[in-house]
């Protein structure tokens, strides 16, 4: 079963202080560049793995989807997710993502959002994935990306000439790699992206987009402690197609 730390009263807590908790969409650096991949959403209908307080399902809704199945596994995130919810056409589930079970070209688009480096089985989720979109439907999400994902100790180092570099451990070595994040003990799933293209191809997507996202001058001028985020990259975005 995926570890449910966003169950913890501690993360949660510390979760919901986050920007992109409590500003949605629009305090989440990486969104424009999700957005940019959307295909019109006018009539689809659309699966968020992992949807958290519900914002995108909200928002894919606002954007004329016709219906959103929103699953995630905390009971917290869910509860959170359909009070600030009054829609009919969305719906929140509480699911497994380890041993997700779908029916088979029920939908248009499946999304998700910083929640796949959690998953151990990735690569029966993508085949899970795969069964439930009807051809030529798109597959778009984001994750941590890998080498933000082993570091060999948290923060910068500086060497003798002043330079800053993000010490990497073991990038080559997949598995567990526990970290202390808003909690102690947070288990996330390392992999090479090279990896992970590769079980989404196995799975039978072709890949459209691969984006090792970087903040724009734009949102650097106007947040400048993301000036950080140009020396490795945060996140990973991907757009595949069933």
Not at 167 to 176: N, Q
Request: proline fraction near 5%.
């Amino acid at each position: 079963m995926t570890q449910n730390i966003y169950d913890t009263p501690a993360f949660f807590e510390g979760y919901s202080q986050l920007g992109r908790s409590v500003d949605g969409l629009a305090g989440a650096a990486e969104w424009p560049s999700l957005q940019a991949l959307m295909p019109d959403l006018d009539g689809l209908r659309v699966v968020d793995l992992g949807c958290g307080f519900g914002w995108f399902a909200r928002w894919a809704r606002e954007n004329k989807a016709a219906e959103v199945l929103g699953l995630d596994v905390s009971e917290n995130m869910l509860a959170r997710a359909r009070s600030m919810t009054q829609d009919a056409a969305i719906r929140y589930d509480q699911a497994d993502l380890e041993v997700l079970d779908l029916p088979k070209a029920a939908f248009d688009l499946a999304y998700s959002s910083l929640t796949l480096h959690y998953i151990e089985n990735l690569a029966e989720l993508f085949k899970t994935v795969h069964s439930a979109l009807v051809p030529g439907a798109k597959f778009i999400f984001s994750m941590e990306h890998p080498i933000f994902m082993a570091p060999s100790r948290p923060g910068w180092s500086v060497d003798t000439d002043g330079r800053k570099s993000w010490p990497i451990d073991g990038y080559l070595v997949e598995g567990a790699r526990t970290t202390d994040w808003l909690a102690k003990g947070v288990v996330k799933q390392h992999r090479t992206i090279g990896t992970i293209l590769n079980l989404l191809i196995a799975a039978g997507f072709s890949i459209s987009h691969v984006e090792e996202w970087k903040p724009t001058n734009e949102q650097i001028f106007a947040r400048p402690e993301l000036v950080e985020e140009l020396e490795r990259p945060m996140f990973l975005l991907v757009s595949a197609q069933r």
